[in-house]
């Protein structure tokens, strides 16, 4: 059988289907059309369409199908069960195509379950089953209210019962695939042994590699391009250009808001998707049943933060026009894909053990001239680490740590107003947010090494949202990430960085800095040197 593909409109009284056939000699007496509560079927051999809607239709003489033979399709009008009632997301196919809901992504009663996806066809309709999901519903509408982003810490023993150490990806549900893709090139993975390696151990190496790929005097040197550079040398550097450009889609944003400014600024961005994300939905994003321990799905929207941060970077950098190193940068700067991390953070157990660096494998990857960290360091007091801080604010740490080690530029000011602009999507609402998931699917799917990411995490990411996301959590997340943005400040990015080796011993010595500290010692060694250039 072939899926056809379709498109719907409505007005008060029908859903209005077109569905597209090709190469057929239509015959009314070939079609069949079943209508059952909220399920529409048609069928003309070798065509077969399954819908489910949010509300139900009828059956009656007003059903009308015919042939349109200047488009070559089919036309069906399905009564609607009441008349002026608003079906919502009928744009959103793989919704509409995903089998009979058994269970929801939220429900208590699974949290130990592991995912599924439905291998049998269900279609019985009980009245105990539509209790049922109306209790469902009612527990997502509930979830969005109270949506706690505060990440369980939980002792190591027992940490991987929810990660399923050595797997990884959508659910920790996939394995033997990122290890098969070094070999074909595959640059993105930072860790040493993704299919043998545990969450916690994922973690540890994020951190000791962000701390040794950072890059101090790089960081130094485009800070003072930035603010003192000559217009020659930023024409070609292209920061100010780059800070000053905003994203398509938070552009789209913020011109809608202008337009409807009169109205409730808290209202929904209204987007029709276009043919080409249709499809997409249709052909590329799987059909599957979810059902999710509450954690994952918190986890699930987490991944879906860091991705939007990374997007938004990548375009920012090279302002709306996609490059071959696009993928990279998207894969490298989210820590769900390139350390296949979706824990980010480590728990009191894990913090208490010792985490050393050998000083071989420091030396080999760090550059030993650390010139500014062994100038005279500022005093400051530091306050104590919070081990049960929102996951929220870690996403913003980890996602700006990886944006100040990695991209041509490293630059505070853009990583901050990367995260300025995954605010204003996810305030946009769920649509805007898999319009951008949807594009970055994209990206990876057209790549021949990084397409893995899409079958270990991105299909399963994006048809779970699209079937699952709920427009109130999306909204929470967004109003949490603005007030974590709000108190965020220069002195809450911190790196280990060397500051000094004993050339007899080859002991390395390390130090804390944070970006703050960074910046007044760069700006400390300018004037300094300024200041001997008018001496002279």
């Known amino acids: 059988m072939i899926t056809p593909q379709f498109d719907i409109e409505q007005d008060d009284e029908f859903l209005i289907i077109k569905i597209r056939i090709s190469n057929i000699r239509f015959s009314s007496n070939c079609v069949e059309i079943n209508i059952n509560g ?3 079927i048609f069928h003309l051999s070798p065509y077969y369409l399954r819908l489910r809607f949010d509300h139900n239709l009828v059956d009656d003489e007003r059903a009308i199908a015919k042939f349109l033979p200047g488009e070559s399709k089919i036309l069906i009008k399905a009564p609607k069960a009441n008349n002026g009632e608003f079906f919502n997301d009928l744009d959103l196919h793989s919704k509409l195509l995903a089998r009979v809901n058994i269970g929801s992504a939220i429900n208590e009663t699974s949290q130990k379950n592991p995912l599924i996806q439905e291998i049998g066809n269900n279609d019985d309709n009980t009245s105990d089953n539509k209790a049922t999901s109306e209790e469902k519903i009612e527990d997502i509408a509930k979830l969005g209210e109270n949506f706690d982003w505060e990440i369980e810490q939980v002792e190591t023993d027992n940490f991987d019962l929810l990660n399923k150490a050595y797997k990884y990806g959508f659910n920790n549900n996939y394995s033997e695939l990122i290890g098969i893709s070094i070999s074909n090139g595959n640059d993105i993975n930072d860790l040493n042994d ?4 545990n969450s916690i151990d994922r973690i540890k190496q994020r951190i000791q590699r962000e701390n040794n790929v950072f890059d101090d005097e790089y960081y130094a040197s485009e800070y003072i391009l930035y603010k003192y550079g000559q217009d020659d040398d930023l024409e070609i550097n292209r920061i100010k250009y780059i800070l000053n450009y905003t994203p398509k889609f938070v552009q789209d944003y913020q011109n809608w808001i202008k337009e409807h400014s009169n109205n409730n600024k808290d209202a929904i961005m209204s987007i029709e998707f276009n043919e080409f994300e249709h499809r ?6 799987p059909r599957k049943e979810y059902i999710l321990n509450p954690e994952i799905v918190k986890l699930n929207y987490i991944t879906i933060l860091n991705l939007l941060f990374s997007f938004n970077f990548e375009s920012m950098e090279n302002e709306g026009e996609h490059t071959t190193e696009s993928v990279w940068t998207i894969g490298k700067l989210t820590p769900q894909i390139a350390y296949l991390d979706q824990q980010l953070m480590l728990p009191e157990s894990a913090l208490e053990q010792d985490s050393t660096i050998s000083a071989a494998d420091t030396i080999a990857t760090m550059s030993t001239n650390r010139s500014l960290l062994k100038e005279v360091k500022p ?4 306050n104590e680490k919070n081990n049960s801080e929102s996951i929220i604010k870690s996403a913003i740490i980890v996602g700006t740590r990886r944006s100040l080690c990695y991209p041509l ?8 107003k990367a995260w300025h602009c995954v605010f204003q999507t996810l305030k946009a609402g769920k649509r805007l947010v898999i319009r951008n998931l949807l594009a970055i699917h994209e990206l990876f799917r057209f790549h021949d090494v990084y397409y893995v990411y899409n079958k270990c995490l991105l299909d399963d990411l994006c048809a779970w949202f699209i079937s699952y996301g709920n427009e109130t959590i999306v909204r929470s997340l967004a109003l949490e990430l603005e007030n974590h943005l709000l108190k965020f400040t220069k002195d809450d990015i911190e790196f280990e960085c060397i500051s000094d080796i004993d050339m007899d011993t080859g002991a390395t010595s390390f130090e804390s800095v944070t970006i703050r500290e960074l910046e007044i010692l760069t700006e400390q060694m300018y004037q300094e040197n300024i200041n001997k250039k008018n001496t002279e």
Request: no cysteine; charged share 30%.
């Open 38 to 40: 909220n399920m529409l």
């Open 194 to 197: 993704p299919e043998h390696t």
């Open 280 to 285: 997409q939905m249709e052909n590329y994003i």
């Open 379 to 382: 005093d400051r007091v530091r």
């Open 409 to 416: 530029h490293r630059n505070y000011d853009l990583s901050m």
